[in-house]
Structures are given as structure tokens and as C-alpha cells.
């Protein structure tokens, strides 16, 4: 129905950048909002950053200042620019979207990513 493909992950040293990007595609209609997650060995999965589609985002305090979040609604696509990367970064990162698929209702769906492994080495 809707699917979520996510690049850009890798191995990075401490204070360095990387950047993180997903594409959605299949029955869309509309999207909500497009948005990071992440989940570090045993520990839960986490809001990282998310961005609605008129571009209001939220980000999670301990990323504020240093990571970015930008969609592109003509490409249903979101990417997240992180900077200054620390140890505590590292995990899976993993898309998500929530968006309509029929254009008969509101409704809108959640979808995911497989993620993609994120690891900042000190």
C-alpha cells in the first residue's frame, strides 16, 4: 500500500555530520506528517523529530540545535540533517509517515520503515 524506504545511515566519528533520508510512495493521497525515530539496544523507541506538511516541526530536547528536519511534499520525501553527532546518537533510525490513502476518507495511517542503522563512534 504505502512504502517507506530509508538511506543514509553509517559509522561516523563524534562531532561529525550525516544525513538521513526517506521516501514514501505507493497509494498516497496526502501526507500528515513525516517524521525520525530511533530505538538504541534495549531501550525503546524514541521520537526523534517530526514535520508536519505545512512544516511545523518538533524535535526531542536531546537533539534540539543539532539535528534537521525537512519534507518534500511535491517528492514525498523527508530528510534528517544531523550535526555534531555523539555516541548516545547511535541506533536504528526509522521512518515514519502518517498519511491518507483513500481519497474517499480522512483517515489517515501510520507507516513505517525497516530503519537504518545509525553508529557514532567516540
Known amino acids: 500500500q504505502v512504502q517507506l524506504v530509508e538511506s543514509g545511515g553509517g559509522l561516523v566519528q563524534a562531532g561529525e555530520s550525516l544525513r538521513l533520508s526517506c521516501a514514501a510512495s505507493g497509494s498516497i493521497v496526502s501526507i500528515n506528517t513525516m517524521g525520525w525515530y530511533r530505538q538504541a539496544p534495549g531501550e525503546q523507541r524514541e521520537l526523534v523529530a517530526v514535520?508536519?506538511?505545512?512544516?511545523?516541526?518538533k524535535y526531542a530536547d536531546s537533539v534540539q540545535g543539532r539535528f534537521t528536519i525537512s519534507m518534500d511534499g511535491a517528492k514525498n520525501t523527508v530528510a534528517l540533517q544531523m550535526s555534531s553527532l555523539k555516541p548516545e546518537d547511535t541506533a536504528d533510525y526509522y521512518c515514519?509517515?502518517?498519511?491518507?490513502?483513500?481519497?474517499?476518507?480522512?483517515?489517515?495511517?501510520?507507516?513505517w520503515g525497516q530503519g537504518t542503522r545509525v553508529t557514532v563512534s567516540s
Open positions: 515514519n509517515a502518517v498519511i491518507r490513502t483513500n481519497p474517499r476518507y480522512s483517515l489517515a495511517t501510520e507507516f
Open positions: 514535520i508536519t506538511s505545512g512544516g511545523s516541526t
